[in-house]
């Protein structure tokens, strides 16, 4: 009679489990590509979905140029609607090869040319700095690295680690910057080569980078504020960072729809939603992002943004789009692991 019972029992529950699995969301599905990470990403989708309820947000966090290969993959058949950050090169070469579909936000106006695309398939939502990041528990205040030749130092030898150049939008445009610091393209290749001397490793994701530094693994590396700043103050990481005295990228972090994607209508509303003049200023006092629009209260924006001693690099933005692959290929097949190797190979 016990067996019996018992047999029922599991009996219901796994027609319960049956039932549950077969249960099917009646909500239409958004899919967002991102780099913007976990934090913000869950803060808006349940935000979102709390407003507009029919519409199921699905993100996939992943850098801006692996977000650029998926996009470019699907062209035939999109899966994503909405590509939410990436730097300008990233979002201009998508645009060129008509990847992504013409909108206009509202607020279009506000953003400075040099900061959207003249065609309107892109906007910049955020100016992002690239910074110098160290481990504030391991690397003493006098010690830290102040600008980006620093980081070729000797000390810094087997300390340095980098997040994976070839996925990531944002190593990108800092090695791009790097090359172009130089006089020339090769004097850029060497500085890469030593800066592969100092480098223990390479990342493959920002959050195995977040974890080395972490665990002491190494002590510096080169990434964006934002991130920097959220692992610190939201995470407990013990990282800090220095502006680089020379100057430093501040990519055009953009936001557009996809050409011919499944769900265009919930993108744009997703769009509008997470770029109004209360969210932009929800993501800089929360995320540490700085607005691109030129039409928000400087009041409602948190003090450091008006009180940095941020100095722009002068980036020749196209430029970099047009020769920043060919360059990173190059760097990927002759440099990247084999520093010592290239330098003897051109006599350095």
Wanted: proline share 5%.
């Amino acid at each position: 009679m016990q067996r019996n019972v018992f047999g029922l029992f599991l009996l219901a529950i796994f027609a319960g489990l049956l039932g549950a699995g077969c249960a099917t969301d009646s909500r239409s599905t958004l899919v967002i590509y991102s780099p913007h990470g976990k934090e913000m990403l869950t803060e808006y989708e349940t935000l979102f979905e709390a407003a507009y309820p029919d519409i199921n947000v699905q993100w996939i966090d992943m850098g801006g140029q692996d977000a650029y290969d998926r996009v470019r993959t699907e062209r035939n058949n999109p899966v994503a609607s909405l590509w939410w950050g990436g730097d300008s090169p990233t979002f201009a070469r998508a645009a060129s090869e008509g990847l992504l579909a013409p909108y206009s936000p509202s607020w279009s106006e506000a953003v400075p040319e040099g900061s959207k695309d003249r065609a309107g398939t892109w906007f910049a939502t955020y100016l992002t700095p690239e910074v110098i990041l160290f481990n504030s528990r391991t690397v003493a205040d006098s010690d830290k690295p102040l600008d980006w030749d620093d980081l070729l130092d000797e000390k810094w030898n087997d300390q340095v680690i980098v997040r994976y150049p070839l996925a990531s939008s944002t190593m990108r445009t800092i090695w791009g910057a790097l090359i172009m610091r130089q006089e020339s393209v090769e004097a850029g290749y060497e500085w890469l080569a030593r800066l592969d001397l100092n480098t223990k490793t390479y990342a493959a994701d920002p959050t195995q980078l977040y974890l080395k530094i972490a665990r002491e693994e190494g002590s510096v590396s080169l990434w964006n504020m934002p991130d920097t700043y959220i692992q610190s103050e939201t995470n407990g990481y013990p990282f800090a960072f220095t502006l680089p005295s020379s100057g430093t990228p501040v990519l055009n972090d953009g936001i557009a729809l996809i050409e011919g994607a499944p769900a265009l209508e919930s993108a744009k509303l997703f769009y509008g939603f997470v770029t109004t003049t209360d969210a932009l200023i929800h993501q800089a006092n929360t995320y540490y992002r700085i607005p691109a629009r030129t039409d928000i209260d400087s009041t409602a924006l948190p003090a450091w943004m008006a009180s940095s001693n941020l100095k722009a690099m002068d980036i020749d933005w196209e430029r970099l789009t047009t020769d920043g692959p060919a360059w990173m290929q190059f760097w990927d097949e002759n440099i990247k692991g084999r520093g010592k190797e290239y330098l003897e190979s051109i006599g350095k």
